[in-house]
């Protein structure tokens, strides 16, 4: 069974840095592309990060040099390192992956930046 569980969310002030965790279990971060999701209310969910097995990354166009993603292959996770954020920023937070088979979501996290 796959599962992916994000942590590391919170309210963080404009400007500020958080860092978000996914926790995989039944796939290996190190052989599956990796991505991260974020869907603010009323918009449409957005690709925001991506991972390819080789280390390729992609990025939205609005994170560009402040987010980045990477992986731990001892810990079978996948992080998104989040600087200079804004309010734009708020959202709910997914880790996602996909098999031949079947794409698989995390449950969310909520990140809002505020003062």
């Known amino acids: 069974q796959v599962q992916l569980v994000e942590s590391g969310g919170g309210l963080v002030q404009p400007g500020g840095s958080l860092r978000l965790s996914c926790a995989a279990s039944?796939?290996?971060?190190?052989?599956?592309?990796m991505e991260w999701y974020r869907q603010a209310p009323g918009k449409q969910r957005e690709l925001v990060a991506a991972?390819?097995?080789?280390?390729?990354?992609n990025y939205a166009d609005s994170v560009k040099g402040r987010f980045t993603i990477s992986r731990d292959n001892a810990k079978n996770t996948v992080s998104l390192q989040m600087n200079s954020l804004n309010p734009e920023d708020t959202a709910v937070y997914y880790c996602h992956t996909r098999s031949f088979w079947a794409d698989y979501w995390g449950q969310g996290i909520q990140v809002t930046v505020s003062s």
């Open positions: 039944g796939i290996a971060v190190s052989i599956n592309a």
């Open positions: 991972i390819t097995r080789d280390s390729r990354t």
